[in-house]
């Protein structure tokens, strides 16, 4: 009986070691944090577990599925049919035989004359027939989910490009001529190439493409002076070109996920000087390149700090007028989400909203959407979560990843395996300028509009209150391109769906989400069509649009510039510009 006390005692003392946790939440989760971002960073921020489990859910659902196995095996067995039957018409016919299966548009892989000439024509025409299979093989499959089936037929694509036989030098005619043209110079070109890319990379130089060009000499040279600045935007006012300009000032909001000089590349390429020389008063908003002691700014703090400040710097130097305003990109999201809110609030300082490239609506994103989802959102907290920002080789990595074979392969090929320089184009440059996002912004930005679709769907809020695209009654002139991998145009035009103005204009361009926006007049094999909806006029479907709007050739710039003269007044004279803190370009766009 005596010793029963100390028993219990230690019994109790056992029972609290095993109840006790070793770790707090918030231990166990910055570990977890820390595992993650190792994992993710080795994994150049894909998330494998979740593209392993949708290649398990395709090959589980196709091993059940021996209909489908059936037609593949079939299918192969035409292929190598179809292939037998084209060497057979190429040892005779040469290179006139016809090909079984085309590149597909704008795959330019295959352009060079060589690829018609035995034995590249026989690998040519081998590879196309075998990504035509393995298409064939991840769709279709019964029981496989959307997202699962999608990120299989992606990551099955992208490992087809990178085996290409155009990737490889003794497979590529264009290089074996050029290397027996050139007697090797060419490989020593590609070598030395190689070496100065990977040195500026380690050592943090900017990139080549940049070497030719500086901001403020050669890009984003037009006249102007920053009338304002606050610790995310810096305001740019330029000066006039004409002696009498429109009243109503444009305000250009570009994406800050880019370096605003897009919009003022180089000479003869700048949608600011054109419309300055179309007599318009021109200011552009140009964003910081967030550090990590940004990681807290969200969207709410783009807004207000961005546009809306602008429009309250606008004001002060322009009382009483209203502005044209522009946003382009994730530029033209932002811009959506501030003329909704203004449209709740009774603020009427819009003239009118142009898009350029933007969505509002984010159920068409296309490929991009694959990489939003729960698994890689979690992916990016960890990646980001250390540093506070998201860093510009991981953003551009993703980019790169959508269009591999005309951003990875085919600069691989004409940079280190043809030995072309890859410098002395503004728009390579300007691309190769890479910025940051802020942690809490682009967490966000992905998870309310990307993931939640929240703007479209009526449950996106300012200021605890939501807001509605359909509340913005202003004229709008909305812009897709055809060929847009980040803003596919079909998504773009969402905004003809969900608006209610009464004076709405879509236009679509040729060309992709840069290249087709900055297309100044005179720019060659350009196109466009436009429609215009009044009051009383039914929305179209895409394939509607189409069939209902003429292509016009040439730059779709004069159409918007027209639209533009048309809803503004009469010209005045230029107005003076504001106190200037820098000249123009700025000092936020020479952050690195």
Known sequence: MTDQPADMATAGAMTD??????????????????????????????????????????????????????????????????????????????????????????????????????????????????????????????????????????????????????????????????????????????????????????????????????????????????????????????????????????????????????????????????????????????WKNPDAGDRDLGMDDYRSLGPMAALDAIGDLLPARSVHAMGYCVGGTLMSITAATMARDGDDRLASLTLLAAQSDFTLAGELKL????????????????????????????????????????????????????????LMAWNADATRMPYRMHTEYLRRLYLHNELAQGRYLVDGRPIAIRDIRVPIFAVGTETDHIAPWHSAYKICLLSQTDDLTFLLTSGGHNAGIITPPGHPRRRYRQYRWGPDDRYLSPDEFCERAEPEQGSWWPAWQAWLAGHSGNKVAPPALGDSLADAPGTYVHQR
Do not use: C
């Open 371 to 426: 990489f939003i989802n729960e698994a890689q959102l979690t992916w990016l907290d960890h990646l980001m979560n250390r540093k506070g920002v998201l860093e510009k080789d991981q953003m551009a990595g993703a980019f790169k990843l959508l269009r591999a074979s005309d951003m990875v392969w085919q600069p691989f090929v004409d940079n280190y395996l043809l030995g072309a320089d890859g410098r002395g184009i503004p």
């Open 17 to 286: 070691l095993v109840s006790s946790r070793w770790l707090s939440d918030r231990i166990a989760e910055r570990i977890d944090r820390a595992a993650g971002a190792a994992v993710a960073r080795a994994s150049a921020g894909l998330p494998l577990p979740r593209i392993l489990l949708a290649y398990a859910d395709w090959a589980m659902h196709l091993g059940l599925s021996p209909g489908k196995v059936g037609q593949l095996v079939e299918a192969w067995a035409r292929q190598y049919r179809r292939m037998g039957r084209f060497t057979l018409n190429t040892m005779i016919r040469g290179p006139s035989a016809p090909r079984e299966v085309e590149p597909e548009a704008g795959d330019r892989r295959f352009a060079d004359e060589g690829w018609r000439n035995p034995p590249f024509a026989l690998l040519e025409q081998a590879f196309l027939l075998r990504q035509e299979w393995w298409r064939e093989a991840t769709t279709g499959v019964r029981g496989v989910s959307d997202q699962d089936a999608a990120l299989v037929r992606f990551f099955t694509d992208r490992l087809l490009d990178s085996i290409a036989p155009g990737n490889f030098p003794l497979t590529n005619p264009q290089v074996l001529r050029t290397t027996w043209q050139e007697k090797g110079a060419n490989l020593l070109r590609g070598a030395r190439n190689l070496v100065r890319d990977v040195y500026r990379d380690k050592t943090g130089q900017p990139p080549a493409a940049l070497a030719d060009f500086r901001v403020g000499e050669n890009l984003a040279t037009t006249p102007g002076r920053v009338v304002y600045r606050n610790r995310l935007i810096e305001l740019i006012q330029y000066e006039p070109t004409t002696k009498r300009v429109h009243p109503e000032p444009v305000l250009i909001v570009p994406a800050w996920i880019m370096k605003f000089y897009i919009l003022d590349l180089a000479e003869g390429q700048s949608m600011v000087r054109y419309l300055l020389d179309q007599g318009h008063t021109v200011f552009i908003v140009s």
